[in-house]
């Protein structure tokens, strides 16, 4: 009995750890419903470089139509392990979880702290470990020559922005080449996040369309009817681009892509059938951090290819 307390004792300390990380805001029924999906060319499955407003870049994609390369390049996702997290917090964690199944302590058999609270202090500690190295193991390094980066919405003095380079994450796309970003570029982004978020609380297929890709298309799509056969409609209103950072604009196969994180704030609310606020409000503004990436090909606009959700 007592072995099977201490158990629960750590599942639960487990749980009431990691609810931060995987529990929904206030407001997630926005266009994308705060998931990570769509296309980056051959940068799809790599970690977009970070900005100053997503430090720890941008989590990996939960749907795409691109295949996954079978050789990620550096830099990329991966499997989302190390060796090091594999071996060191591995060991770490069998090593105490079999002490508490065979009676010990967590560390040392009988040398912790004693009794039922000391045992709970002990998981606590352990658990806060794990995620502080986890959260240090997945963050990326910062990109050379990112300092400084201008940011959207401020004066560019002319001077277009150039971003890009860096190998591809696999070996069946031509190696991207940097790409000029200018204020014109940055107008089109912006006006692009607050027609998409106006055409989803719409319910405008035809509206997202135009624009989005059809790959992007098909995931709203998606999502919309998830709502409705739950009787749900969420409206998204008064968007307002409060900063954004370019975190790499680059060309492939004739094809050009932009990936920027964008911090924007809105009013979202989901409301059931009898029009009652399940989710969000309709006063209260959220602000909101994604990394979108737009895609177009030479003398085309620009579409939505992608949103992923930061770290």
Do not use: C, H
């Amino acid at each position: 009995m007592r072995r099977m307390l201490m158990l629960f004792a750590l599942l639960a300390a487990f749980a009431v750890a990691v609810a931060p990380g995987i529990a929904p805001g206030v407001a997630e029924a926005r266009a994308g419903l705060s998931s990570s999906f769509g296309s980056r060319g051959s940068r799809t499955f790599s970690a977009p470089s970070i900005t100053r407003i997503t430090p720890y870049g941008a989590q990996p994609m939960q749907r795409s139509t691109t295949p996954y390369p079978a050789s990620p390049g550096l830099g990329g996702y991966g499997n989302g392990r190390s060796s090091f997290a594999s071996g060191l917090l591995g060991g770490l964690i069998g090593a105490g979880i079999g002490g508490l199944l065979f009676g010990r302590g967590f560390f040392t058999g009988g040398m912790g702290l004693g009794g039922f609270f000391g045992f709970l202090l002990q998981i606590f500690l352990i658990v806060m470990l794990v995620r502080f190295l986890l959260r240090l193991l997945r963050a990326p390094r910062t990109a050379p020559g990112m300092a400084g980066q201008p940011m959207m919405g401020q004066p560019m003095m002319g001077q277009p922005m150039m971003m890009g380079g860096g190998m591809p994450a696999g070996g069946a796309f031509a190696a991207p080449a940097p790409l000029s970003i200018g204020p014109v570029d940055y107008q089109a982004f912006e006006m692009i996040l607050q027609q998409v978020q106006a055409a989803w609380s719409r319910q405008d297929l035809n509206a997202l369309r135009a624009l989005a890709t059809p790959e992007m298309l098909g995931y709203f799509a998606d999502q919309l009817a998830g709502l409705s056969s739950r009787g749900l409609t969420n409206t998204v209103s008064d968007v307002r681009l409060e900063k954004g950072d370019l975190a790499e604009a680059w060309e492939e196969n004739g094809q050009d892509y932009a990936t920027v994180a964008m911090r924007f704030s809105m009013l979202d609310a989901t409301r059931d059938g009898a029009g009652r606020v399940v989710e969000g409000s309709l006063t209260t503004r959220g602000l909101i951090t994604e990394i979108w990436t737009f895609f177009r090909v030479p003398g085309g606009r620009w579409l939505l290819s992608a949103i992923q959700q930061p770290r």
